[in-house]
């Protein structure tokens, strides 16, 4: 009986990674050659680091200045601290201070991504990416963000479909994974050598439009 009970446990949370796993994702256009303006840091202090950049966060929230701005700055410094589950908080504070898809939101919804995706956790990410596809017409970060992401989750086919709108769009420069430090300068070259597999997965296979 015991046996029976782990055995429906298993299925049920084999069920629930793989309707996790399962979220829907648009479908790419053909172009996207749109700049979009919140994918960008959110910074509210410059010039100092470490503890002098905490206690400067620390202080501009208490003062009223810039607050939504330092929240998510002290998040993105959280998670990259190691403190997650400090980081997902004000994360989460500053998100509800700001106007649902408004630019302050995506911005940091944005960063709030990729800090998720550093952490390894893949799937966090892509939920907060998905909301910002259609904010701009055709944002140029989204393919070739959604094929790395994509990929990690071993959603490999739908990898293929996002890099191959980033080669509609720019062929001249994606289909050459030599120019992954020009074209993502704040991308991680692990992220980089991930994204020269789905090239080479796209090569393999180029999918056809439509």
Do not use: C
């Amino acid at each position: 009986m015991r046996a029976g009970k782990r055995t429906l446990l298993a299925i049920v949370l084999a069920s629930a990674v793989f309707s996790v796993q399962a979220q829907s994702v648009p479908k790419p256009k053909e172009f996207y050659f749109d700049e979009d303006r919140a994918a960008a840091p959110v910074v509210a202090i410059t010039g100092v680091e470490g503890d002098a950049l905490v206690d400067q966060l620390v202080k501009a929230r208490e003062r009223g200045r810039k607050t939504v701005e330092a929240t998510a700055q002290l998040a993105h410094v959280a998670l990259s601290d190691g403190r997650a589950d400090l980081g997902r908080q004000l994360y989460q504070q500053a998100l509800a201070s700001t106007q649902s898809g408004g630019g302050l939101w995506r911005s940091i919804s944005w960063n709030y991504g990729w800090d998720l995706h550093r952490l390894g956790e893949h799937q966090a990410a892509l939920e907060q990416w998905v909301p910002l596809i259609g904010a701009v017409g055709g944002a140029s970060w989204v393919p070739p963000t959604f094929a790395l992401v994509l990929w990690k989750l071993g959603r490999k086919d739908e990898a293929v479909q996002w890099y191959g709108a980033a080669v509609r769009t720019e062929p001249l420069l994606w289909t050459d994974a030599r120019n992954y430090a020009s074209l993502l300068p704040g991308w991680r070259q692990e992220d980089r050598d991930t994204l020269a597999e789905v090239l080479g997965a796209w090569q393999a296979n180029p999918p056809v439009w439509p």
